[in-house]
């Protein structure tokens, strides 16, 4: 249909339906964005949420059918030295050629601050739930990471998870589109 990206959630059905899309079409046609879920709230030990990184892309990975990817997210967590242990990681990968472009999914301020704090690599994009319906930034946060020169992407720009009825409806909104 031309779609040629694809942001993929990894673990389960949402991964397994992408790796059957990924067998019909030869890699290099298909633009694909996969992210790092956050550690568990319990793991507080960097050196424990680093190794849970190497472990999801050594597992997930071939089950995805892919060895690399054009961008790898990582989302945050409550702890900066897990963030920036588990950066430390992605940045291997991008060394390896496993990754072409590193970013985060959802940081706020403080964790930008932590992850540049450490980082060789710094984040190419913050990925951000954004839609009309939100207003202004209020956090002034896609200003913020802009600055930092990280560019913001925005998800559910009709709504998060699903299309905001009253997004769908808007007069001003449908005569734009």
Not at 101 to 120: H, K, M
């Amino acid at each position: 249909l031309g779609i040629n990206s694809i942001d993929v959630h990894l673990g389960g059905s949402e991964r397994d339906g992408v790796a059957q899309v990924l067998k019909l079409i030869p890699r290099s046609d298909i633009f694909l964005v996969t992210k790092i879920d956050k550690p568990p709230n319990d793991m507080t030990d960097p050196l424990a949420a680093a190794e849970l990184v190497r472990t999801t892309v050594a597992t997930e990975w071939p089950l995805l059918g892919v060895e690399m990817v054009d961008v790898l997210l990582l989302k945050d967590s409550a702890s900066c030295d897990v963030m920036q242990a588990q950066w430390a990681v992605l940045e291997e990968l991008l060394a390896q050629g496993k990754t072409r472009a590193l970013g985060t999914y959802n940081y706020c301020q403080f964790s930008i601050d932590c992850i540049l704090a450490t980082a060789i690599t710094p984040p190419a994009l913050n990925y951000i739930m954004r839609h009309v319906g939100m207003g202004i930034d209020d956090t002034d946060l896609i200003r913020y990471g802009e600055a930092k020169g990280i560019r913001t992407v925005a998800y559910g720009t009709l709504g998060e998870p699903v299309a905001l009825e009253g997004l769908l409806t808007n007069p001003v909104l449908k005569n734009i589109s």
